[in-house]
């Protein structure tokens, strides 16, 4: 067994992740990137977060040159306390981010290492696609995204939350993606905000609303700002939107870390759907294949702003992550 020693404290960690925050939102409000220009984030640079979080992954490198990890292997994280909010896919290791080397995931609790239970692959899709009054005044109707699910499964669109269960209860196992407004709340990460549900933000789809939903086997895909922050309201006890989905049945998860660019998330899931469902790839590694995706592209895509807020966080390891 190999244990290392990582001389960051708990707060030092929070800091990074906070800074990261501070940066995507600025001054202004959450409904967007307002502290960050998506066409220029370099602009806004995130390399000191990135030197500061870089111990989490540097200890790594020697497991490379020893043969121990190798090129495209999966990475499983499972985190404790303010590392549930760390964007492994932009630390660095011998020069590049962790994500061009390994596929990366999140696991809640490393007994699941032991699990034998298969993830299942989703025969169907629902799409819940809910634009913001200001977006849909923009002409901006997120159509793309459910026109793309159409396109690898049979796909029900709903243009608000008002028949979610009924829907849901058609369609397990299988895929439940959301476009839409989202927000974290530090102080009710359970009851206040989430998924905006109408034009003017006056419903939300709480994180305990979803913990109330049948979500047994499906993976959950949220393109919506902050929905994979995790808020630890005790030393042991993380939640959020993403343990509300976990803890309601779900096989997977992708959601953000931070606010995010529409149309760069958009093309990240549209890309991690077609390598997972159209070419029959591993979920770990059509996570990885989406963010590579965005480097890729390069310019502003290239930007850790555009490619790393993503995390993927599995139930099982077994089926569905080599």
């Keep these: 067994m190999l244990s290392r ?65 190798r090129q495209d292997d999966t990475l499983v994280v499972s985190p404790d306390g303010p590392i549930h909010n760390v964007p492994f896919a932009m630390l660095p290791l011998a020069g590049a981010p962790l994500i061009e080397r390994v596929a990366i995931v999140n696991i809640p609790s490393a007994a699941l290492l032991l699990s034998r239970s298969a993830a299942p692959r989703p025969a169907r899709a629902l799409a819940l696609l809910k634009p913001t009054a200001a977006e849909l005044e923009r002409g901006i109707d997120y159509a793309a995204e459910g026109q793309a699910l159409s396109a690898l499964l049979p796909t029900t669109i709903l243009p608000d939350g008002t028949a979610l269960e009924a829907a849901m209860a058609e369609l397990r196992p299988g895929l439940w993606h959301t476009a839409a407004h989202g927000e974290d709340s530090f102080a009710r990460p359970l009851v206040d905000k989430g998924l905006a549900l109408s034009g003017d933000e006056t419903v939300w789809l709480t994180a305990e609303a979803i913990r109330g939903l049948k979500l047994e086997g499906m993976h959950v895909g949220i393109r919506a700002c902050l929905c994979g922050v995790v808020t630890q309201i005790t030393s042991r006890e993380a939640l959020g939107m993403v343990w509300a989905v976990l803890s ?41 294949a989406a963010c590579r995706a965005l480097r890729a592209q390069g310019g502003p895509r290239a930007h850790p702003y555009h490619y790393a807020p993503f995390v993927l966080t599995v139930a099982t390891l077994e089926g569905d992550v080599v």
């Excluded at 529409?262 to 996570?287: C, K, M, N, V």
């Design 5 to 69: 020693l990582i001389r960051l404290t708990q707060t030092e960690i929070a800091a990074s992740a906070l800074g990261i925050h501070r940066r995507v939102r600025g001054g202004g409000s959450l409904r967007r990137a307002a502290g960050i220009d998506p066409a220029h984030p370099e602009k806004t640079s995130f390399d000191d977060v990135i030197d500061a979080l870089s111990p989490l992954v540097e200890w790594l490198e020697p497991l490379f040159e020893q043969g121990v990890i």
């Design 248 to 288: 309601a049945g779900a096989a997977s998860l992708t959601a953000a870390l931070w606010s995010v660019d529409i149309p760069s998330a958009s093309d990240f899931f549209a890309r991690f759907y077609e390598t997972w469902l159209g070419e029959g790839q591993s979920r770990a590694a059509a996570h990885r």
